[in-house]
């Protein structure tokens, strides 16, 4: 059994205009659906191999006001350990967290195989937590999540049922896109996390050179998670809304002969993104 790359979570404050910023990037955006009876939404870059942008946004409200004044007084945290419910702080974090890369996923054949890979590799994990989307054209879809305790991991799922299968015109782009090619994840303790990493995805990294130092590399389905060393920056303030996992950027295959650039990070509300010619599909 492997995990692959799946999806990428980009956090946004308002979904229709981070939508219509993305499109004037060149992507196609779809509308995705709701999430926990209308608290969440979300919309969908899809990628003709198979991975795919959420854009995620809590509605505006009330419900999302006190959560996120739950969340930062401290009333949540019992969440965080509860084996029932402990995959929804995860997304309860959200509430407090700057816009950008948020959050990943990594797509089991099925509920059993990410339940086996978390086992396997001793890592502490909730119960699995059933998610569902309302989609526009009214048809729910569930899937399986599960959540994994140590916060600079990814979340696991199981296929979508009944099976989401994306317009194959939502995966053109204008801008050339085509998929996830490497997604860059930062760590004050390289070692320790391509470690975790290691357990969980039953292999060993290849390691590198790169611009940020050294480089620590798993491939997963048709991208990479490259694992480098936090770069020393000014002291943040107590107050400064924090993301669990540190990801850092990410890069999306282009069709050869695609000039390398660095998408506008106004338009990606904070998602330092790069797109780059290669040659894989």
Wanted: charged content about 20%; overall charge negative.
């Amino acid at each position: 059994m492997s995990l692959v790359m799946d999806h990428v979570i980009i956090l946004v404050d308002d979904l229709e205009r981070a939508s219509a910023d993305f499109e004037a990037l060149g992507f196609t955006v779809t509308p995705g659906g709701e999430h926990g009876e209308g608290l969440t939404h979300n919309a969908l870059i899809h990628f003709a191999d198979g991975t795919f942008f959420e854009l995620f946004a809590y509605k505006r409200g009330w419900r999302a006001s006190v959560l996120r004044w739950l969340y930062r007084a401290g009333a949540l945290g019992f969440l965080a350990r509860s084996r029932g419910r402990g995959g929804l702080f995860r997304f309860i974090e959200l509430t407090d967290m700057p816009e950008g890369l948020v959050d990943f996923c990594l797509l089991a054949d099925s509920l059993k195989a990410a339940t086996d890979a978390t086992e396997q590799a001793n890592l502490p994990t909730p119960d699995p937590l059933s998610s569902s989307r309302v989609r526009p054209d009214g048809q729910e879809a569930r899937w399986d999540i599960i959540s994994i305790l140590t916060p600079a991991l990814p979340f696991l799922r199981s296929p979508y049922a009944p099976s989401i299968a994306p317009d194959p015109e939502a995966t053109c782009h204008d801008n050339g896109a085509r998929g996830i090619a490497r997604l860059q994840i930062e760590s004050r303790d390289p070692a320790t996390l391509t470690q975790l990493y290691a357990q969980l995805l039953g292999t060993a990294p290849l390691t590198g050179r790169q611009e940020h130092g050294v480089a620590r590399v798993f491939h997963v389905g048709s991208g990479m998670l490259e694992i480098v060393e936090t770069e020393p920056r000014a002291s943040a303030s107590p107050r400064t809304r924090v993301r669990p996992r540190a990801l850092r950027s990410l890069t999306l295959k282009a069709p050869p002969g695609t000039a390398a650039r660095t998408l506008d990070l106004a338009r990606t509300h904070g998602a330092n993104i790069d797109l780059v010619a290669t040659d894989s599909a």
